[in-house]
């Protein structure tokens, strides 16, 4: 089994010394980066398979690192953030985090999380049974190929996250049927029950946000307000 890379991004150097140590002992490569600048150039020349991002550092900020590395990657991304800070939690998941998690916290919840979301990545990887392989998807002007998470709209290509990918999908596999917040939760974080509905919605805002990009009449996401979301397919 492959040994999974885990960037923290942090500016104060006693928790990335000891959050390194926690998770090396768990079994993780890490890699640790100081500032903002310092981290987008290192996950450059090596990416990692995960990276805990703390939001508030000086002169590049996690909200700021997480922006720009949203423009080329999907990388499972999990942000910290100040005990009951809830700007900076809207703000992460509408510029893409997957998760996130208030300081203080213990290491032993940040292992669950990150080893959680990694879940979530292979699981939207595969899709499937672990011995049945992954199909693409097709749903009219949409594909979306698990093995290579690679979701396209009209021949356009969309970087998705993992939660992104994993909701979409949920959707488009019963076009016309109604999924509630609650299965949605249970499809894109399985067993993670710390997530509320506002999670769901700012996802949901987010993917319709990119699929607006490259096609301004997109409305195959519906809402039914009480109810949840479907898929339309025409």
Known sequence: MQVATVALVDDDRNILASL????????????????????????????????VLDIKMPGLDGLEVLGRLRRNSSLPVIFLTSKDDEIDEVLGLKLGADDYIRKPFSQRLLVERIRA???????????????????????????????????TWRGHKLELTVTEFLLLQALAQ??????????????????????????????????????????????AIETLYGLGYRYRQD
Do not use: N, W
């Open 20 to 51: 390194a140590i926690a998770l090396e002992d768990e079994g993780f490569k890490v890699q640790s980066y100081a500032d903002g600048a310092q981290a987008l150039a290192g996950m450059e020349r090596e990416p990692p398979d995960l990276v």
């Open 174 to 219: 019963r076009p016309g049927h109604v999924k509630s917040r609650e299965q949605l939760l249970s499809a894109a974080y399985s067993d993670d029950s710390y997530v509320d509905d506002r999670t769901i919605d700012s996802h949901i805002k987010r993917l319709r946000r990119k699929f607006k990009q490259v096609d301004d009449g997109f409305a």
């Open 117 to 151: 979301l990694l879940r979530r990545a292979e699981r939207a990887a595969h899709g499937g049974p672990e011995d049945e392989p992954a199909r693409v998807l097709m749903r009219g002007p949409l594909s979306l190929d698990p093995q290579r998470h690679l979701c």
